[in-house]
């Protein structure tokens, strides 16, 4: 069974950094594209980034509110998921989930974790 | 960027009902299109990928359609676990992927 368990949300002020962990289980972690999502409270779904496979390069790509400022990662050795967030703004307060893409490329998310709640506030 | 419009915003219909939601692209993304259920406080389950291929183990009366700009999901008989948000995203190469901004449906 696929399991996704994201952990390191929490309350951070402006200005400050914060890493998000995903422990993935269930399937080959080295073989799957991964990304992150987000959801601010109340509103809709948001890309952050995805990170590509080894196989397929490795490289992450980020969507342009966040760029700059994230770095995803991955260790396929420990099956886990980063995301190292800094700069921090009150925008970005939401639900990060990470998730597989589901068909070895850009596609869509077809398991995702239950999501972790960054809130940015002084 | 690409982006994703659904409609409506809300949807009310009653149990047994048949309703479409739409969904259209600023550009042609041929058939790179998925579709999610989300229920409060829960992360979104993937119902249909590639437009119109229903992922396994999600109900036969979901469906999907379209191509290029112009998206459907349909539910043939709507069932009281149905009453949810669902929105639509495009996956036509990281530009980033984008996500419509959800219809919900409510019950009338």
């Known amino acids: 069974e696929v399991q996704l368990v994201e952990s390191g949300g929490g309350l951070v002020e402006p200005g400050g950094s914060l890493r998000l962990s995903c422990a993935a289980s269930?399937?080959?972690?080295?073989?799957?594209?991964m990304s992150w999502v987000r959801q601010a409270p109340g509103k809709g779904l948001e890309w952050v980034g995805r990170i590509k496979s080894k196989a397929d390069g490795g490289t992450a790509d980020y969507a342009a509110p966040v760029k700059g400022r994230i770095t995803i990662s991955r260790d396929d050795s420990k099956s886990t998921l980063s995301l190292q967030m800094n700069s921090l703004k009150n925008e970005d307060t939401a639900i990060y989930y990470c998730?597989?893409?589901?068909?070895?490329?850009?596609?869509?998310?077809?398991?995702w974790g239950q999501g972790t709640l960054v809130t940015v506030s002084s | 960027d690409i982006q994703m419009t659904q409609s409506p915003s809300t949807l009310s219909a009653s149990v047994g009902d048949r309703v479409t939601i739409t969904c259209r692209a600023s550009?042609?993304?041929?058939?790179?299109l998925a579709w999610y259920q989300q229920k409060p406080g829960k992360a979104p389950k993937l119902l249909i990928y590639k437009a119109s291929s229903l992922k396994s183990g999600v109900p036969s009366r979901f469906s999907g359609g379209g191509s290029g700009t112009e998206f459907t999901l349909t539910i043939s008989s709507l069932q009281p676990d149905d009453f949810a948000t669902y929105y639509c995203q495009q996956y036509n190469g990281f530009s980033p992927y984008s996500f419509g901004q959800g219809t919900k449906l409510e019950i009338k």
């Open positions: 269930g399937f080959i972690f080295s073989d799957v594209w």
């Open positions: 998730a597989t893409l589901g068909c070895g490329g850009d596609c869509y998310a077809d398991y």
């Open positions: 550009q042609s993304i041929s058939s790179w």
